[in-house]
């Protein structure tokens, strides 16, 4: 079977069997199959899709490409959670020391920042002295201890994905959700979970601008779990405005601290003990979801969830105290303020437009080679419903450079829109996907 | 403008402008723009197609990426004929003498079999001594001299159309019209002609296999041509069997000189007149079609097309005796005589399937690179509609090794059909696009 004929088929829409996707993957990854031919089949699959089983086939192949990370010897269910990524989503670092604090082993495996989404580990780095470049060995004992620890994406794991996900990037093929989905899987599966808890983020801050989007990558991901007999949830969330009121690295760490004493955000507290419930209910550690919620919310309440962080923190090296301390974060050393141009109610605070303001300063990347500030980002004042009025602080901008916070004020200025009666109420939570 | 944007939109069924092709064609050429973001970009065409005003920019890219042809010290209006490619297509080594012989200019820029079609500069080398490799020098001197002269793709002639042909063989993107388009189209236009003449095949032997898509890319080249100021005519013509009765090199040379000496296939004969008469035309030779058309008859009875080609054979460096004594081509070795299975009507004679079984023997090659044995091919004994008996034999295969004649067999035999009924005359010339 010739490559060529591999990619005519599936650019005219047909099926490939398991062994062929393997063949593909296999030779990408082994340098047999030369990246064009591989450029060429990754927009076949953008225009044509993925069958269930084709897109079990690459994830199975991609798994197979590295080493699995085995925790076996670890006792107690280990379950995991991803976002595929929103702004001012800082729920992994809530969500996963709830869970953690009730019992459930969580190794995070999380990822970087890329565009205008934030990622984990930038957050994590934004803490004076926090490792994330555990080997799997310290990975393995801090898990054993601590039950919870956050490591980024090693060479080992998943060596396919990487390199995929590099040629995706170059060749307008990211936005294909089998192709989504197998890169989010294979990197989760070829760690030994027990389970998963998926967020999908859906809305102007999402790569998934549309529900029906979102319900056909949680419904692949939950299927492939399924054929890996591994139990997969999915919540299909809200991202037309960022998640809280804190967008940029430093920031977000001083919002997850006061969520975890019971001062958050409703809407990030919300979405995290949702999130942390469904760990602990797939890490058994309640008989039934509802009585894994009142254990996340009283995992909050009594601040153990907390202290789980702070140990987390003190284990990979960091300061514990910028919990407590925000001044031992990176500061910023300019604020902006934002003020509406008039009276009425915020309509909509556009997450994608405040995400790219945020990395206008420099709180993101715009390719995976550039570095970022952690203590530059915004602070929103209001939340989409509220009545303002006119000159009224709609935001702030934290910068450390002059450089592009113009820029930046007037992206964060389109990103407020302003009507005269209030919004109709939005889900925060749309679906479940199980 | 990053090229991924560029990819991006292709992908999302945008329209690039002239300058956006312009960059990516160049951008490919002098290797700053990857054959992966090239490979992708191509297979978004394929899904997505190519505006008219995209593949005119295609076309003057490809044509500016190298240097051009000028033939503009030559008298005379210079017109060549194109085939997109059959099996048992010989008609350029008959409507050309025929041209020339009634005093048009025919420059014939030539290609080379690939898959089960055939390409005139591989008949032409069956010729013991003929050289295809002419300088542009001698290629211009003979055109002064005989009207007429052979040549193959040279690399300084659209070079970017080599590199993208590579590529698209390569990525399953070669069955794109505006792709085969602009090839066909920027390797013609950088010679200096006047006017070309194209035979867009159309059924089981040919890239077309619908005559919608034909006319789709018939248009298409006539419309390219009509932007650079160049006549274009295409017919629309029938290739669901094989023209005329021979298929491969040295028996295709055979029946073009029967055909030149007014003995050859109605269906080869006819095709050829009106490619001639339509050169004729366009070329000025003649005051209306109807007149170009007697003047190709004449040339035929007359034998001034068959000098002209001995004349142009010699000119080569060919021995032009083959034209009267065949045994002077190279000869196969052995015969396989394909007998019907049973009595009655042939109603079809699949093209492709006998252009395979032709290659399996070496008439063709498979890749580039592959070689081919000009002795080998098959000759029909019958066309369709004929009425045969049980056991007649229906064609001839001529190979020099055994190896795969069986399978050769097999596929010939299947290519034949036979019904109780005469089929329906099928029209040979379906349509003129102009």
Do not use: W
Request: charged letters at 25%; one cysteine or more.
């Amino acid at each position: 079977m010739r490559t060529v004929d591999l990619i005519q088929r599936k650019r005219d829409g047909e099926e490939l069997s398991v062994e062929e996707i393997a063949l593909l993957v296999n030779g990408y990854t082994d340098g047999s199959i030369p990246d064009y031919q591989v450029a060429a089949f990754l927009m076949a699959v953008y225009n044509n899709g993925m069958t269930d089983r084709e897109v079990s086939a690459m994830t199975d192949a991609m798994i197979a490409s590295g080493e699995s990370v085995d925790l076996s010897e670890i006792p107690g269910l280990k379950v995991d959670k991803h976002s595929t990524g929103g702004v001012g989503d800082k729920t992994s670092l809530i969500a996963a020391p709830i869970a953690a604090a009730a019992g459930v082993v969580v190794p995070m495996i999380s990822g970087r920042a890329l565009g205008h989404t934030g990622g984990t580990l930038d957050k994590l780095e934004a803490i004076p002295g926090f490792r994330t470049n555990l080997t799997i060995e310290e990975f393995r004992a801090q898990l054993a201890t601590h039950k919870l620890a956050f490591i980024g994406q090693t060479d080992e794991v998943a060596p396919a994905d990487g390199k995929f996900y590099a040629l995706r990037d170059a060749t307008a093929t990211v936005e294909s959700i089998p192709l989504i989905a197998s890169s989010i899987m294979s990197k989760k599966m070829a760690v030994g979970l027990d389970a998963i808890v998926l967020d999908v983020k859906v809305g102007s801050g999402a790569f998934m601008k549309r529900q029906v989007e979102a319900r056909k990558l949680a419904q692949m991901m939950v299927g492939i779990g399924r054929r890996l007999d591994r139990r997969v949830q999915a919540l299909i969330t809200d991202m037309n405005q960022p998640l809280g009121y804190a967008v940029g690295n430093a920031l977000e760490v001083m919002e997850v601290s006061q969520t975890l004493q019971n001062a958050g955000p409703t809407d990030l507290t919300r979405i995290s003990v949702e999130l942390a419930a469904r760990m602990i209910f797939l890490g058994k550690m309640a008989a039934s979801l509802d009585d894994a919620r009142k254990l996340a919310e009283q995992k909050i309440v009594d601040g153990s969830g907390y202290r789980k962080l702070k140990e987390v923190i003190q284990a990979q090296g960091g300061n514990p105290q910028v919990l407590d301390r925000f001044e031992l974060l990176p500061n910023a050393t300019g604020v902006r303020e934002i003020t509406a141009p008039r009276g009425g109610y915020v309509s909509a605070i556009d997450a994608e437009e405040v995400g790219r303001a945020a990395m206008m300063m420099g709180a993101g990347r715009t390719t995976k080679e550039d570095g970022i500030d952690p203590a530059v980002g915004i602070i929103l004042e209001v939340k989409v419903g509220q009545r303002v009025d006119a000159g009224s602080i709609l935001c702030r901008l934290y910068y450390t450079s002059e450089e592009h916070v113009e820029e930046a004020a007037e992206t964060v200025e389109d990103a407020f829109r302003m009507a005269a009666t209030p919004p109709d109420p939005r889900e925060l939570i749309l679906e479940v996907v199980s």
